[in-house]
C-alpha cells in the first residue's frame, strides 16, 4: 500500500510538472491558443467604419524579384495590408513560385489576386478581342496558381465587375461579362503611382505627391467607391534603395492619419455588395 501511494505521489507531482511547463495549472500555452485560432478565410465580409478612409495598396506583375520581395517587406516591417496581382508568366521557376506560395500564406496580411497568365502578352487590343481565349487565360492563371479569390485585375485596362456594376472600356467589356457570368469581379484602380519605363521602371509622383493625389480624391469623393481608393503600382518600381525609401515614406506618411486603413482587396465594397 506504502508503495503504491509513493507511486501515486510520483505520478501526481510528474503531472503537475508537466502541466507547468505548458503554461501551469491547467491554462492553455501561447501556442496552443494560436494553434486554437480560427484561421481567417479569403472573401470573408468585414464591417465598415464610415469615419474611416480605406486604402487597398494593390501592386501588379508580381512575382517580380527582387522588387516583390522588397514591397512585402516594407508592407510587413509598416504593418500594412496589400493585394499582389499574380501573372503565372511570370513564375516560371521553383523561386518564384515560392515567392507566390509565400504571399499566399501571408493571408490575412497578403492577398493574391488573379492578373491573368500571359499578361495578354502585351498585346491588349488582340486579348480583347478574343473573349474567349482571354477567359481562358484567367481560369488557367487561377489554377496554375492556386489564386484563392475569383478576383481579377485585366492586364493594361481599369475596368470594375461587382454585383450588378460593370464600367470601363469599351474593348473589354466582351470579356467582362463573360467573367461576370462565371461570378467573378474585376477590379480597377483609383490611383496609378506611375513610373517610366524606358528607364527601368522609375516611379514619377514622389511619395508627397502620391499622399496628396490620395488625400484629394477623398475630399472630394472622386472614388469608385466612397471612403475607399484603390492604388496600383507594380513591383519592380521599388527595387533600387531609393524608391524602396520613397514607399516607405508613402506608407509612414499615410499612416499618421487616424482615418486611413489598409485592407486588401476582397474587402473592397464592390466585391462585399451583395
Known sequence: MKALKHGLTLFTITAVLFAACKGGSGEKSATDSLAAAPKQVPGAPIKYDSSKRYIFLTWDDAPQP?????????????????????????????????????????????????????????????????PDSAVRDFLHNEQ???????IIR?????????????KGPKSTMPVCKKLDSLGYNVIGWDIE???VNKHG???????????????????????????????????????KPQYADSLNKFIATLKKDPRNVFETIDHYPLVQKK
Not at 86 to 114: C, K, M, Q
Not at 154 to 166: A, Q, Y
Open 201 to 239: 521602371s522609375i516611379p514619377v509622383q514622389s511619395a508627397d505627391e502620391m499622399v496628396r493625389e490620395i488625400n484629394d480624391r477623398f475630399d472630394g469623393d472622386l472614388n469608385n467607391e466612397p471612403n475607399s481608393v484603390v492604388i496600383l503600382a507594380h513591383d519592380r518600381m521599388f527595387e
Open 66 to 130: 527582387p522588387g516583390t520581395n522588397i514591397c512585402r517587406r516594407i508592407f510587413k516591417e509598416q504593418g500594412v495590408k496589400a493585394t499582389f496581382f499574380v501573372v503565372g508568366f511570370n513564375a516560371s521557376t521553383p523561386s518564384r513560385l515560392r515567392i507566390v506560395d509565400s504571399l499566399r500564406a501571408g493571408y490575412p496580411e497578403f492577398l493574391i489576386g488573379n492578373h491573368s497568365y500571359s499578361h495578354a502578352y502585351n498585346k491588349y487590343k488582340d486579348f480583347y478581342a478574343h
Open 154 to 166: 485585366l492586364p493594361g485596362n481599369t475596368s470594375w465587375v461587382g454585383k450588378g456594376e460593370m
Open 193 to 195: 503611382w506611375r513610373f
Open 144 to 150: 496554375y496558381l492556386n489564386v484563392p479569390v475569383k
